[in-house]
């Protein structure tokens, strides 16, 4: 496996705790979503991939979605933003990847155990 086709799997494995994070600071629409995550390089969003998430994470109950008439759009755009059961979840998923994340820290740093 070379190093691009891990680190793609790698970031489709963070997408949804990228996406949850972000919609944990506001809730915005797919595109804006897409944006935001601009900032962060690598993330590896991209349409193809967050309107799948977005639909399943609505489905799972993580998500609320709402129809709104944005001025300068030429149609009406699905805002997403957490529900209490969506950021119950995006808790327990940063608690998991702090622990994931300093495990292999510790490992790769030569340090623990």
Known sequence: MDVERWKSQ?????AELAVLALLARRESYGLGLLEAARGWPGLGLSEGTIYPLLNRLQGEGKLAARWVEDAGAT????????????????????????????????LIEGSGT
């Not at 790698?10 to 963070?14: E, M, S, T, Y």
């Not at 933003?81 to 608690?95: C, H």
């Open 10 to 14: 790698l970031w489709k494995g963070a």
């Open 75 to 106: 149609h009406p755009r699905k805002y997403y933003g957490l529900t209490e059961q969506g950021r119950a979840f995006l808790q327990a998923m940063t608690s998991e990847w702090r622990t994931f994340q300093g495990s292999l820290n510790d």
